[in-house]
């Protein structure tokens, strides 16, 4: 291989391996032995092990996140003000973006719970860009009277709470989907309801103690007023 497919080969297998392992309990030689090279190789590319993890983060998230950018994606939504359009756009996007690489959802975790320095700097480059891009556009909405006065950082949280706990559930603890098997597409329109339901003011949305539709396409009776 050449020296940048090689150098990317060693980074896919890391990223399998860490997400499984952690990574404390992942060593060089068994990065060098899946990727069928020697582990002078890994070093040669990678002069430590915690390089070799950096590298891994710079080229799954901050990369990403470079690509990643959330005003752009609802940029039409939020000239139309159009509020479904902005909070499902990205739940869907997240909820997309997890299914297809659950190993690095893992290995944020890794990353997270063994307090290595890169989770914080994920969190820096692309949480909190989230964070102020919906906390603004929810203080706009605001101040056209559109949604209620709450603290914008409390409903990011909550709507950035239910996409992440569903993706949690099924990549991680209930990857057969026992407890909720509902489409992407279905879990993004539903979320979005049960976030609009409660921030959206009375006189902005008539309906907006309408029902939310159950993942197997039913409707619940409309609750009586």
Known sequence: MAGEERRLQILAVAVSLFSARGF????????????????????????????????????????????????????????????RSVFEGLALGALEHHQHDPDFQRLLLYSALEKHELA???????????????????????????FVEVDPAIVVRSFIGMVMHHSLNNNLWDPTRRLLNISNEVAAK????????????????????????????????????
Do not use: W
């Open 24 to 83: 404390r309990g992942t060593t060089t030689k068994e990065i060098a032995q899946a990727a069928g090279v020697s582990e002078a190789m890994v070093f040669r590319h990678f002069a430590t092990k915690e390089e070799l993890y950096a590298a891994i983060l710079d080229h799954k998230a901050c990369a990403s996140v470079d690509k990643f950018e959330p005003a752009e994606t609802a940029r039409e939504a939020i000239s139309r003000k159009d509020d």
């Open 190 to 225: 539903n979320f979005t309801d049960i976030l609009l339901n409660g921030i959206t003011t009375p006189t902005s949305n008539p309906n907006s103690r309408r029902n939310v539709q159950s993942g197997n396409g039913s409707r619940n009776k409309q609750t009586k007023e």
């Open 120 to 146: 914080q700097m994920f969190f820096d480059r692309f949480v909190l860009r989230v964070y102020e891009f919906l906390g603004s556009y929810i203080s706009e909405r605001q101040r056209d009277g559109a």
